[in-house]
């Protein structure tokens, strides 16, 4: 879980192009929406590229994807629920 | 400054669309609430038999064939869709030769000849690969449509193209308006042409904006558009030099305005605060109440932002007498470029056929609003003013007001 | 025109180092292929990180010189935001092309394609400065600014603006400049911007960049007396459009001092300059602005600029900026300085 967490955070910061954070920068459970990093509606859009890209993991409803991808925390969660399923 | 009080008048309309391919056949459509939206017969792409689209009819050596060309080559899907309707729109303001009086052509495209270019870009890319497709290359921008479709119909005066994603036509209507009331021509014609390609399909698709069903504009369990494709054209005049050349007026471009949200790069603002200011500033200008209204044909998308934002601005311009109003996108599909010169088109048609097009696949009020649309077809139903919604990325937004003339 | 507008203030990003300081014009050399690059300037003092980080090229540089056009006059909200734009965000209408093929329409970041869409600067600039009024994009090659100017300067008149953002902007990027290589835009042999004009070949050189200026009622030294566009006409009927347009602002011939031209040293395409050289004095100071710029579908903007920056030094006094993109998008435009 904590080597998902701190790979997830790379992938991140890497996707969305957010120069000068560092994985430690990001709390496990912060949001990342809104306050927390500051991200949108196109930023949770890229999130879900991100996780079918990398892990398969498809979310088609923007809805759902809201809630999955609340924190670093959230996704990587669903990502286990996902792979153990 | 009496020249900027000219009226703007219609004197001709052309279109083609997934429910038909001139104004009657569009019309015959609406008023048998028969809806275009179906799978893809053209567009090559892995979405095909999964995200319903309003395609038009025909392929284009079959539209290249109604535009009286002997194939299409060096034409663009996107320039045969505007040769059909532009012949219609001119035929029917009594044009025989549009190269007689000084005409302006303002024409809307979104992606320009993407349709045909997409399918040949890896080809261009490698130079190894040589043949007749690289006539194509100059089609890859939005100009090459406009001036095919000018060239052939002798359009001169001025040529351009407006983009501005979903209200890029209506903005055309604006702008030839405006060249008219400012003197510099007696006539424009206006409107856009779009063309279903696997760019947009898949760039609306990575928004998740498409529904896998047939679109439910202003319904709670709506799930996003349906693209379609089209081409729409309005033959605008001044009313002295229609009245000198006893053009029939079908009804006048009373009111318009654009606004942008200025508030996120695709999404409008929850309060709807742009469509408002894009409604109440637009019947200003035509000299109109809110209750002068009888028919609003809505943006309604379908997709979760625009029908909320848009409901939202509805009820804070009307009040408790919200119009009939409706969405044709279940018709037509969302055709972009072409869609405010289309739904231009269907509120005239509401005028001069005294009805209202119904707002199909509605079933559920949204939870966000008081309204919903109307869903029957109403016959026989006075319809004097008409406002037409057209709203965009970029936050673009654009109300035209159309009005029965001599009223 | 009834009401005069006059230029407030302007921002050029282009191949030269036009956007601050002393403007000095250069022959700047090529070394791989005809390409002038715009020389970009540092973005972060104008677009909040947040914003910067999706950014493509074009989005960046139309952004910041609209911005900092803005400061230039010492405003933020204009009553219009007006631009043009022949090819948008080329980078990202690729990316999004070989995104579609790369991963076989699945999966796919939609930042490219928003990005593609030719209103996205427009959008920008509006959301940036919360500017809620007028918002429109030309996108036709050599039409494109053009239109832009001319809408503004209609807006000015119809009283809905007091003073409206304007601009032109487009990039080249390596696959573009390839496609376009393919029918003949560019020459075919390295030519270096100083010999571009006498090179007596086909083709000209590709540039760049992004060009705004804030139009107003309010006074300033230089003046837009107005443009006169012409869609394909024959030789003969630019030299009579150009008589009919001189006549219609109140200018005679002789009065212009300055002609900033678009030559590009495309053999096709040169006889119209020389019908436009011919029609005006030859005692008129003669500038070719390509040398500089490049050509590219917006290159009238920087054309326009050129002839402010002119006017500004204070030696000229009416001065016609004449245009044409591959003999097809013709344009005048005629400023005055005060």
Known sequence: MEALKLKLKQQIIEALNLQDTKPEDIDDNAPLFGEGLGLDSIDSLELMVLLERNYKIKVEDPREGRKILQSVQSMAEFIMSKQAA | ?407 | MEIKCYIQASAAISPQQSFSGEYAPQFLPLEERNLLRAQEPGYAGFIPPNSLRRMSRLLKMGLTAALQCLRNANATVPGAIITGTGRGSLQDTEKFLHDIRTYEETALNPTPFIQSTYNSVNGLIALQQQCTDYNNTFVHRGFSFEHALLDSLLQIQEGNAESVLVGGFDEMTVEHFFIKSRIGYWKSALTQPADMLASGTPGTIAGEGAVFFLVGTQPAPVEVRGIQMLYRPAPDQVASQLAQFLQKQGVKAEDVDLLVIGRNGDTRFDHFYAVVEKALPSTATNIPFKQYCGEYDTAGAFGMWTAQQELLSGRHKTALVYNHFYGEQHTFILLQKH
């Open chain 2, 1 to 407: 400054m009496d020249r900027m009080a000219e009226r703007v008048l219609i004197t001709g309309m052309g279109m083609i669309s997934a429910i038909g391919n001139n104004v009657e056949e569009n019309f015959r459509s609406l008023r048998a609430q028969r809806s275009g939206i179906g799978y893809s017969r053209f567009v090559d792409t892995i979405h095909r038999n999964v995200l319903p689209v309003g395609e038009v009819k025909c392929s284009s050596e079959e539209l290249a064939k109604l535009a009286g060309l002997p194939d299409t080559t060096g034409f663009t899907r996107t320039t045969l869709l505007g040769l059909v309707a532009m012949q219609e729109a001119l035929r029917s303001a009594g044009i025989n030769d549009a190269a007689e009086t000084p005409t302006a052509f303002i024409n809307a495209s979104t992606v320009g000849g993407m349709c045909d270019t997409e399918k040949i870009y890896f080809d261009i890319l490698d130079p190894q690969k040589e043949g007749t497709f690289l006539q194509l290359i100059d089609t890859l921008d939005c100009a090459d449509c406009t001036q095919r479709i000018a060239d052939e119909t002798g359009l001169t005066a001025y040529v351009t193209t407006i983009s501005t994603a979903c209200s890029s036509s209506a903005n055309a209507l604006m702008y030839g308006a405006r060249l008219i009331r400012a003197g510099l021509v007696d006539r424009a014609v206006c409107g856009g042409t779009e063309a279903l390609t696997r760019f947009t399909i898949n760039g609306f698709n990575s928004l998740k904006n498409i529904d896998k069903r047939h679109c439910m504009p202003f319904d709670n369990d709506r799930n996003g558009l349906n693209l379609g494709e089209g081409a729409a054209y309005l033959v605008l005049e001044s009313e002295s030099f229609a009245q000198r050349r006893k053009a029939r007026p079908m009804a006048e471009l009373s009111g318009w305005c654009n606004t942008n949200e200025a508030f996120h790069p695709t999404s409008p603002s929850p309060e709807g605060d742009g469509a408002f200011e894009a409604m109440r500033k637009a019947l200003e200008m035509g000299g109109l109440s809110p209750a002068d209204v009888q028919y609003v044909n809505v943006h309604g998308t379908a997709t979760l932002n625009n029908d909320v934002s848009e409901g939202r601005a509805l009820e804070r311009l009307f009040g408790n007498e919200v119009p009939a109003f409706s969405s044709t996108k279940p018709f037509t599909g969302h055709t972009l470029a072409a869609a405010g010169a289309i739904e231009a088109i269907y509120s005239v048609l509401a005028i001069n056929r005294q009805m209202i097009w119904p707002n199909l696949n509605f079933t559920t009020r949204m939870e966000e609003l008081r309204i919903s649309p109307e869903t029957r077809l109403l016959e026989e139903s006075p319809v004097k003013n008409v406002v037409s919604n057209s709203f965009g990325f970029g936050g673009n937004n654009a109300s035209l007001v159309i009005s029965k003339y001599g009223n």
